[in-house]
């Protein structure tokens, strides 16, 4: 039997029972074999006080005349010749009373005549010899019997009790995750913005459904940020698709010389120059979407990469009158940061290509690398007019532009970018913006 594919309710009901069976097992024996020890000393104290006369007699010397037991007693008396002075033994025993008389002192169980008997035999010194007083009474097996019949009916209906009550209180306990399914059932069934509801107290039940609320709440965000990716993704490239369309077709119908037709296709590049740096981001914001590990790089190899960063930047920006300056203080250049040399890279460029995006044909970018408790910071300042105050808090989601300088083209990923390979680095991304002055962008990593 798969007890995997049993309910839990069945499981706990189960186990609970089987705990149960087996405490009830110990405590009957317990309880069975101390009752069986008091029927035994109990029924020796019986033979004991039924020899007690005849010993006394026979110590006292007063033997001429044995008196007889009560009813039910049963007493064998045999002098140190042999000779039987009193037998009430019954049948069974009484033919072995020579044979009972030899044992040796103390208490034994026998079989007679279909029955069983507690046997005593007792030795006694007197004057003449050694006497042997030998005791019985029939064994108390009824008693112990219907004891036995009364422990087994009682556990068998203390389990079945028990077994009920753990059926009811595990329904009980798990009757707030049924509630649980069936609300997540309906969210499926017709999703909306409800979430699951949680219950009063404060347990672990509770804690599941707002954990559980919790995930709802982080997919609807995923699954809506998706969407609006599709769709921001789809008119950007839908605006890109139908200008190299239209450039295409002129360049065929309407040019009516060489420079013309050279001149829509020269238009029709550029157009799909700009598409292919949208799909080139789209695809680094999937990479970085599905990235699950962090990298890692010393801060001397980040330094050097800064530096590269820099270079690149400036033939960029080859033939505009752009300064672009950088520097570092790195006190231990040995430590590592929780990031790659390569996706540093990126974060260096894409803060460069705004920047230079923002400045225009004359300006001044900086570029800063410090290194603090816990990471480094990598500062890019420049002094390109800044940002509207109002567009700063959504600055970093994806497709997010504002109608000014800043934007120039561009599909509004660059700091999405940045913010997602910071994210996945434990990091964050600041913005300092002053109005038309310029921006200021930090980048905290972390150390590894």
């Known amino acids: ?123 006694v010194d007197a004057g003449e010899g050694t006497w042997r007083v030998v005791t019985a009474d029939e064994a108390d097996s009824a008693v112990l019997s219907a ?55 404060h347990d672990e039940i509770s804690e599941l459904a707002e954990t559980l609320n919790e995930l709802i709440v982080q997919l609807r965000a995923s699954a809506e940020r998706e969407r609006q990716i599709v769709s ?40 799909l120059t700009r598409l292919s740096s949208l799909a080139t981001s789209l695809l680094e914001l999937s990479r970085i979407d599905a990235q699950t590990t962090r990298g890692s790089a010393s801060i001397a190899a980040l330094a050097e990469e800064l530096a590269d960063a820099a270079d690149r930047g400036r033939l960029r920006v080859a033939g505009r009158r752009v300064r672009i300056d950088y520097a570092d203080d790195i006190r231990l250049p040995g430590a590592v940061v929780s990031v790659s040399v390569d996706d540093f890279g990126r974060i260096c460029d894409n803060l460069i290509g705004n920047a230079a995006n923002a400045i225009g044909d004359e300006g001044a970018i900086e570029l800063r690398l410090t290194q603090g408790s816990g990471g480094v910071i990598l500062a890019v300042n420049d002094d390109g007019g800044g940002m509207d105050e109002e567009f700063v808090p959504f600055a970093l989601d994806r497709f997010a532009r504002q109608s000014e300088a800043r934007s120039k083209g561009g599909a509004g990923l660059g700091l999405s970018i940045v913010a997602g390979i910071a994210a996945n680095a434990g990091g964050s991304v600041s913005l300092v913006n002053t109005p038309t002055v310029g921006l200021r962008v930090e980048v905290w990593l972390p150390t590894a």
């Open 1 to 123: 039997m798969n007890l995997s594919r049993l309910t839990i309710r069945a499981r706990i009901t189960g186990g609970s029972l089987l705990i149960a069976i087996l405490i009830s097992i110990v405590a009957g024996i317990v309880i069975y074999s101390q009752v069986a020890r008091i029927v035994d000393e109990s029924q020796i104290r019986v033979l004991e006080g039924i020899e007690g006369q005849y010993v006394t007699a026979i110590t006292t010397g007063d033997t001429a005349e044995l008196d007889m037991p009560g009813p039910g007693q049963y007493v064998a008396v045999i002098d140190p010749s042999g000779t039987v002075a009193l037998d009430t033994l019954p049948e069974g025993l009484s033919e072995r009373v020579s044979e009972l008389a030899a044992e040796p002192d103390g208490d034994r169980t026998v079989d007679a005549a279909s029955s069983r008997f507690v046997v005593r035999s007792t030795s």
């Open 147 to 201: 004891l036995a019949w009364l422990l087994i009916a009682s556990i068998a209906g203390i389990n079945v009790a028990f077994a009920a009550s753990s059926w009811l209180i595990g329904s009980a306990a798990l009757s707030p995750v049924s509630r649980l399914r069936r609300s997540a059932s309906e969210l499926v069934a017709a999703p909306g913005a409800e979430l699951l509801p949680v219950g009063p107290a």
């Open 232 to 271: 921001d993704a789809s008119h950007e490239f839908r605006t890109p698709l139908a200008i190299i369309q239209t450039r295409l077709e002129l360049a065929q119908r309407q040019s009516l010389t060489l420079d013309d037709m050279k001149s829509d296709v020269a238009a029709a590049q550029r157009t």
